[in-house]
Nanobody
Framework: QVQLVESGGGLVQAGGSLRLSCAASGSIVSIDDMGWYRQTPGKQRELVATITSSGSTNYANSVKGRFTISRDAAKKSVYLQMNSLEPEDTAIYYC???????????????WGQGTQVTVSS
């Protein structure tokens, strides 16, 4: 089984910064794509940013130039540096990793439990 543990959420004023972290644990063979998604009440979960195993990144238009996604393969971790935060960024942020394990020798999506980010105006 794979577990994703997120950290770094919290309350920040508009214009401030936060850094989210997500570490995977378990009998992991390899990790493909990693990403961050967010969700607000009554809305569908939306993509924030993704990063491939080769380091290619993709961002939602609303966060381009403000957020940076990165990964550390050795630590099985993905990070999201969020700068110039706006009240519209308030949401629960979910980590996603596409993982292959010894028990499941094919890539499977795993999700973290979510971390709350609140940006006050």
């Amino acid at each position: 089984q794979v577990q994703l543990v997120e950290s770094g959420g919290g309350l920040v004023q508009a214009g401030g910064s936060l850094r989210l972290s997500c570490a995977a644990s378990g009998s992991i063979v390899s990790i493909d794509d990693m990403g961050w998604y967010r969700q607000t009440p009554g809305k569908q979960r939306e993509l924030v940013a993704t990063i491939t195993s080769s380091g290619s990144t993709n961002y939602a238009n609303s966060v381009k130039g403000r957020f940076t996604i990165s990964r550390d393969a050795a630590k099985k971790s993905v990070y999201l540096q969020m700068n110039s935060l706006e009240p519209e960024d308030t949401a629960i942020y979910y980590c996603n990793q596409v993982v292959r394990t010894w028990q499941r020798p094919y890539y499977t999506n795993y999700w973290g439990q979510g971390t709350q980010v609140t940006v006050s105006s």
